[in-house]
């Protein structure tokens, strides 16, 4: 089940906006995990779980999952802005006199 903390630190790092409901969908699909009827799990399951108000541990792993390649990103992203404030900051060429 996923712990309260979880949530609360995936809606920190991530932000309340984050829409993870329909990314969820598109990964079990692509892992070919459905539910009983041969259906990808609903939107309202999905928060369901990540609510805590259901166990499902195809989907917490997805969810989780998707916390860390998100992460990943974020943190790309910030080391290539960080790299590029350097070099804008730091030009390589000296001044030329004429």
Do not use: W
């Amino acid at each position: 089940m996923i712990s309260k903390e979880f949530r609360q630190k995936f809606k920190r790092d991530l932000g309340n906006n984050f829409q993870y409901s329909t990314k969820v969908q598109q990964k079990l699909k692509a892992a070919k995990i459905y539910t009983n009827r041969g259906t990808v799990a609903h939107i309202k399951t999905i928060n369901n779980v990540f609510q805590g108000y259901q166990d499902n541990l195809a989907i917490e792993l997805i969810i989780m999952e998707l916390y860390e390649e998100e992460m990943s990103k974020k943190r790309k992203l910030e080391t290539l802005r960080r790299k590029h404030s350097k070099t804008s900051e730091d030009p390589q060429q000296p001044a030329k006199d004429e």
